[in-house]
């Protein structure tokens, strides 16, 4: 074996992942505490010394895992040309932690008369939980990840996960930009131009980080003369806000909390280890063949470690290990990366960073990211399965709009009501849309998967993946009648919910009667 070996698996390329995967991260973490501090008012320093200190172990913890696990796998190989599997934060549910879980339950705690400060405990506790429960989860799928693979169409999985890019990832952070167009049109046109054209930026700056100096000189050079408009806030002073991710068992006083949020918190741990699995496929087919277990247990532990210590977001193997690869990326980036997340959270510059760093500049990266999601569930799903596809974005748009119409700055709370109970024709347009968006990730694969079953000439299967909606529609798994989204037992609600669940599960149960007498007929196409 070389004895330089060691020594070259670092190299000048890991400059470049370190840059990337650590703008990724920081863009999520920015966003995250965007939306908690900005958007619901949860109070900085639970979210600063709170939950980014674990949020922020188990990047660490992962990257380290994952950069030991490369240099086994050089060491086996006898090759120096080995990249370590990129991990960090996991876009789409993190986002969709923010806005569909942690968000709306302090909202919710505030409405039943907490202060500030008490909602916010609850509302990280509820985070915990939700991480340790998604761990455990991801844990035990790791060793069935290929079961799961099977189990559900990929136009389903990728749909799903497609449906939150697009509405939550692509059009959210799209809005932020649009407040402050000049900073985050001008980045989003360079990632666009590096990433999604693929042309060379000068001096071969990569395109995130070219975006990303953009908007910081744009931001900070014409913020202060005001040429921004009401767009620009000065940064506060530097605040070291140390946080120690101890291990402890606030997450059981959460427990009870995450019950409601299940149809949201179990899929997005599913989609987790589907996702690991085809990340693995795409490093095996770059030359790096990781065992796909281990790639798995590995993500999960970490996040499950992190829910222990108080994270709120989980962590997930990125996609991009062939093109970390390409730029030369081998075992440094992640260790590097692992360290400057880790130790940021503990320390708290990430803290400093996020408040620093307006959302406009940092949104055109997540704009990319859900970009590329989305496509990927086109390429990576055969032509004849697009429509299924397309279909599965459906409740995720209505998902949007519900959060945007329950915004109470744009639809007052008593107003939201009554047009909710309005029904002169029916369910009201209202409740439809915030039924249709509840649970809309499981919906999002049901359909997909009928849809999908169907294009095979598998009629049958159809009709029993529609019957299986219903009898989750009958206990709000999904299209949940009650506005935040909870689980019932049918009969325990009132005679009007009661009816609107009845509706919804008979429309199901219609239409997986039809399915039955047209799978009596000669097929045909």
């Not at 109470?408 to 009201?428: K, T």
């Not at 409740?431 to 009928?450: D, E, H, P, Q, R």
Request: aromatic content about 10%.
């Amino acid at each position: 074996m070389n004895p330089d070996l060691p020594r070259r698996r670092f190299t000048g390329g890991d400059l470049n992942g370190v840059l990337g995967l650590v703008v990724d991260n920081l863009s999520i973490l920015a966003f995250l505490a965007t939306a908690l501090v900005g958007l619901f008012g949860v109070p900085a320093d639970i979210v600063f010394r709170r939950m980014f200190p674990g949020t922020a172990l188990g990047v660490l913890l992962g990257n380290l895992a994952y950069t030991w696990m490369a240099h086994r796998l050089a060491t086996r190989t006898g090759r120096d040309t080995v990249t370590a599997m990129p991990l960090g934060l996991d876009a789409p549910t993190s986002i969709g932690m923010a806005l569909l879980v942690l968000g709306p339950a302090f909202a919710g705690y505030r409405q039943a008369g907490m202060d500030a400060t008490a909602a916010g405990e609850a509302t990280w506790r509820l985070g915990m939980a939700s991480l340790v429960v998604m761990g455990v989860l991801k844990v035990v799928l790791s060793f069935f990840g290929g079961w799961v693979q099977r189990s559900v169409p990929r136009a389903g999985l990728l749909g799903s996960i497609a449906g939150i890019a697009l509405m939550l990832m692509g059009f959210l952070p799209l809005v932020e930009i649009m407040r402050v167009p000049v900073v985050g049109f001008a980045g989003l046109g360079i990632v666009l131009y590096a990433l999604v054209a693929k042309r060379r930026l000068p001096f071969g700056l990569p395109g995130v980080l070219g975006a990303f100096l953009v908007g910081v000189l744009l931001y900070y050079g014409l913020g202060p003369a005001g040429l921004l408009g009401t767009g620009y806030h000065a940064p506060g002073p530097w605040q070291w806000r140390f946080g120690i991710p101890w291990p402890t068992l606030h997450f059981v006083d959460g427990l009870a909390a995450t019950v409601p949020y299940l149809p949201l918190i179990l899929p997005f741990g599913l989609l987790m280890v589907v996702g690991g699995i085809n990340v693995t496929e795409s490093a095996r087919a770059a030359g790096d063949d990781y065992r796909t277990r281990d790639i798995l247990l590995v993500e999960a532990l970490a996040t499950l470690v992190a829910g222990f210590c108080g994270g709120v977001a989980q962590t997930t193997p990125y996609i991009g290990q062939p093109a970390y690869k390409a730029m030369g990326a081998r075992l440094g980036y992640t260790l590097v990366t692992g360290l400057v997340i880790g130790l940021g959270g503990v320390l708290g510059y990430l803290s400093n960073l996020v408040e620093w760093l307006p959302v406009a500049v940092l949104a055109p990266i997540l704009i990319f990211v859900s970009i590329g999601i989305t496509t990927q569930a086109f390429e990576a799903t055969p032509v004849r399965y697009a429509g299924a596809v397309v279909f599965s974005f459906f409740p995720a748009i209505a998902r949007m709009l519900a959060i945007k119409l329950g915004d109470p700055s744009i639809v007052e709370p008593a107003r939201f009501a009554a047009l909710y109970a309005d029904g002169v024709h029916g369910v009201s347009a209202m409740a439809v849309i915030s039924i249709l968006g509840n649970g809309f990730i499981i919906t999002s694969m049901v359909w997909a998967s009928f849809v999908v079953a169907m294009i095979d000439g598998h009629v049958r299967k159809a009709a029993g993946i529609v019957a299986l909606g219903g009898a989750l529609t009958a206990f709000g798994v999904i299209h949940s009648v009650d506005p935040i989204g909870t689980v019932y037992l049918p009969w325990m609600l009132d005679a009007g919910a009661r009816a609107m669940v009845w509706q919804f599960v008979a429309a199901y149960a219609a239409l997986a009667a039809v399915l039955l007498m047209l799978s009596l007929t000669p097929r045909r196409r």
